[in-house]
């Protein structure tokens, strides 16, 4: 295989080998990124984010943000 095309992802495998559960893995992560972004509107970037150093891994290792702390709900 080559990997002369960086903007490949594997994270899923490819031809037979393609994970079966790849649909359902990318709902769930849209799920849970759309309720973080709506639970925190205000979260931004707060620095660069580093990147994994590894030839076989490829992504983030971390994203620093800033939110703002939650409202604590005084009384019923």
Same mark, same amino acid.
Do not use: K, N
């Given at each position: 295989m080559? *990997?002369?095309? %960086?903007t490949? $992802? %594997?994270?899923?495998?490819s031809?037979? $080998?393609?994970? =079966?559960? #790849?649909?359902l893995? *990318?709902? +769930?992560?849209?799920?849970? %990124? +759309? /309720? =973080?972004? !709506? *639970?925190?509107?205000?979260m931004?970037?707060?620095?660069?984010?580093? !990147? @994994?150093?590894s030839p076989?891994l *490829?992504? %983030? !290792?971390? /994203?620093p =943000?800033? @939110? #703002?702390p939650a409202e604590v709900?005084t009384?019923?």
């Amino acid at each position: 295989m080559d *990997r002369a095309d %960086l903007t490949d $992802h %594997l994270a899923f495998g490819s031809g037979i $080998h393609y994970c =079966i559960g #790849s649909a359902l893995a *990318r709902m +769930e992560a849209t799920a849970a %990124l +759309e /309720q =973080i972004a !709506r *639970r925190m509107p205000d979260m931004a970037p707060a620095g660069a984010p580093t !990147r @994994i150093a590894s030839p076989v891994l *490829r992504g %983030l !290792r971390t /994203q620093p =943000i800033t @939110i #703002s702390p939650a409202e604590v709900p005084t009384g019923r």
